[in-house]
C-alpha cells in the first residue's frame, strides 16, 4: 500500500520516528541502528516502508534500503519469527551478512542477535533455504560461465545470497557481467552486487 514515505523528520525515539507530509504525522517503526543515523530532527529523509494490518493494530515498519526491506519480509514469512524480533535482527546484521548466513549455514552469526537461539536460527536458515530452492526451481540458469568449478561455486553461492534478498537471477546475472567474478570471494560478490542491485 506504502512503498515509501518522504518527508520532514519530526521526532526520534529509541524504537520508532514521526515523519511529517503535509501535516499529517506518520509513526514508523525502525530497527535502532537506522533511527540513530537516519538524519537529524527537521531533514528531509525517505523511509522505504512495510504497512502491516491486523485486527487489533495498524502499524507502519521503514527501512533505509529496499535490501533491509527485503529482510525484514524474509524474515516474517518465517513462523515464529515476528515484527519485533525482524528489527532487532536488522540492527544486528546487514542484509549482505544475513544472506551470506543463510547460504553457509552460519548458525552462530544469527543466535549472536538478542533473542535468536539455536533453534530460532536454524528454522530460518532451513525456512528461507527452502524458499530459494522453490524460486532456483522456477527459473533455469543461463549465462555466467565461470572459468573453474570453484568460480562456478562462488558464483552459485553468490547468487543464492542475493535471491535470499529478493533479487530475480535474471538481475543478478546482468550485474555480475560488471564484475571480475573469477577474483573475487563469495562474500565480496554478494557485497559488490548489491551495490550494482541498488543502483
Do not use: W
Request: net charge negative.
Amino acid at each position: 500500500m506504502l512503498a515509501y514515505i518522504k518527508g520532514s523528520l519530526e521526532m526520534k525515539y529509541k524504537n520508532y520516528i514521526v515523519i511529517d507530509v503535509g501535516g499529517l504525522g506518520y509513526k514508523i517503526f525502525m530497527a535502532e541502528n537506522a533511527i540513530n543515523s537516519i538524519g537529524e530532527i527537521g531533514n528531509t529523509i525517505k523511509v522505504f516502508t512495510y504497512y502491516r494490518v491486523r485486527e487489533d493494530d495498524i502499524s507502519i515498519f521503514g527501512f533505509k534500503t529496499q535490501e533491509e526491506l527485503r529482510m525484514f519480509e524474509l524474515l516474517l514469512s518465517v513462523s515464529g519469527v515476528g515484527a519485533k524480533s525482524a528489527l532487532v535482527m536488522l540492527s544486528c546484521i546487514e542484509p549482505s551478512d544475513f544472506a551470506i548466513a543463510v547460504i553457509s549455514n552460519n548458525v552462530k552469526l544469527l543466535t549472536q542477535v538478542p533473542g535468536i537461539g539455536t533453534k530460532s536460527a536454524q528454522r530460518i536458515i532451513l525456512e528461507l533455504k527452502d524458499k530459494l530452492k522453490t524460486e532456483q526451481n522456477d527459473e533455469h540458469l543461463e549465462g555466467l560461465k565461470a572459468k573453474s568449478e570453484k568460480v562456478n561455486e562462488n558464483v552459485q553461492e553468490a547468487v543464492s545470497g542475493l535471491m535470499v534478498l529478493g533479487y530475480t537471477r535474471k538481475d543478478i546475472e546482468k550485474a555480475f557481467e560488471h564484475l571480475a567474478v573469477e577474483t573475487l570471494s563469495v562474500e565480496d560478490l554478494i557485497k559488490k552486487g548489491l551495490i550494482l542491485l541498488s543502483k
